[in-house]
Every structure is written in C-alpha cells, then in structure tokens.
C-alpha cells in the first residue's frame, strides 16, 4: 500500500525560511503526481495553497512556493508569520486517485 | 465567495446510519467534480467520495465501498453522503471539497467539516 510521507512537525522562527517535503513510500514525486499543499488550522476549514507543484491558489502570498526536490515535493514557506503556525499536508495524484499526507505541525517560535 | 458548508454529523451507534449534508454557495455544484474527504483523529486526511460534474461517475474508496454513497441535489446546489452500516472506524471529521477545474484532482475549496463519531 502506497503511503505519502511528511516530516511530523518542524519549527521556524518569525522571518524566517523553512521547507516542508512530501515523499512517496513507492516512487518519486513527479510533477505527473500533481502535489498540492493545503494548511489547516484547529476548527478552520483546509485552506489549498499550492497545486500542480507550484501554481499559488488565489490569494496565497508569494511567500509561499512548491517544487520537487529530489525525489520529492517540497513547500517553502519564506519571512514566516505568527500566523502560519498550522498543520501542512500534501495531496499527490497516485493511481486513480489522491492520497493524502499525514500532515506537518508547523511551530512558528 | 465559494462556500461549502457541511451539517449532519454526530453521534451514532456502530451499525447505525447518518446522511452528511455540503451545501454550496457562491458556484454551481452541477460544474464541478467534488470530494467527501474524512480525517480521523491525529491522521491525514482520506477522500472517501467522489462525483463527477455529469453526475454519472461515483467513486468511493474501497474502506466505504457499499456502505455509503455520495448524491447531489442540483435544485439546492447540496452534496450529500449517505452513511449506512457505520463502524467505530468511521469516526472523523468528514469534509466536503470542491476539485478544482484545472488543480490535477487536488480539492480547492474544502468546507470547515462534520464531526462523526461511531461508539456504542
């Protein structure tokens, strides 16, 4: 069964930069496995930041940006804010169908 | 501005049944594919549901495969799921999410979630 792997949490300090990474149990990330990134934040609905690698959904600042790094995705965030602390998951096309990443807890200290 | 708002969750006992409830706004629901994506407590989400724009292509993970069904009402611009045989582990949050026209099967706009919990 095929898993979709993130980092359980990370921390950055305010104005600084960070990359998230999302992994494949079974292959590389492509660009062909379309990640997306969506933020999520305690009784707030997901909010989608990226998808098909690196196109920024509206209204998403430029602070945010996806790539493939290696044989995987990756989200950085630059110049963090109080408020990016959140929960960041991964979505990649694999098969017929999305799977999801288990989610990064994102402490902003 | 596209809104999705779900209700219907709740507590249930294992067996029982529940219909979850997506109501759309700010789009037509009839133009879009849309998911129902679950997340149980402390794990990444999981779409469980999806439907196609023509209304003619249901997809259901194999985790919920004839036990629930996902169905639209194009007159209410709502999305529904039908939770029939409910297990403990169907306990989640249950989010409706709208696919994007051009985002590669990836949601764009998800709604704030149904909390359902499946316990005796």
């Known amino acids: 069964q095929t898993v979709v792997t993130q980092e359980p949490s990370f921390s950055v300090s305010p104005g600084g930069a960070v990359t998230l990474t999302c992994a494949l149990s079974?292959?590389?990330?492509?660009?062909?496995?379309?990640p997306s990134w969506h933020r999520q934040t305690p009784g707030q609905a997901p909010r989608t930041l990226i998808y098909k690698t690196n196109i920024r959904f509206s209204g998403v600042p430029d602070r945010f940006s996806g790539s493939i790094l290696g044989d995987k995705a990756a989200l950085t965030i630059t110049g963090a804010q109080a408020d990016d602390e959140a929960d960041y998951f991964c979505s990649l096309f694999v098969g017929s169908g999305i799977l999801f990443g288990g989610g990064t807890k994102l402490t902003v200290l | 501005e596209v809104q999705l708002v779900e209700s219907g969750g709740g507590l249930v006992q294992p067996g029982g049944s529940l219909r979850l409830s997506c109501v759309a706004s700010?789009?037509?629901?009839?133009?879009?594919?849309m998911y129902w994506v679950r997340q149980a407590p402390g794990e990444g989400p999981m779409w469980v549901a999806r439907l196609n724009s023509g209304g003619g292509s249901l997809t259901y993970a194999d985790s919920v495969k004839g036990r629930f069904t996902i169905s639209r009402d194009n007159a209410k611009n709502t999305l529904y799921l039908q939770m029939n045989s409910l297990r403990a582990e169907d306990t989640a949050v249950y989010y409706c999410?709208?696919?994007?026209?051009?985002?590669?099967?990836?949601?764009?706009?998800w709604g704030q979630g149904t909390l359902v919990t499946v316990s005796p």
């Open positions: 999410a709208r696919i994007g026209s051009n985002s590669a099967w990836s949601p764009d706009y």
């Open positions: 700010g789009f037509t629901l009839s133009d879009y594919w």
């Open positions: 079974s292959g590389s990330v492509s660009t062909n496995t379309y």
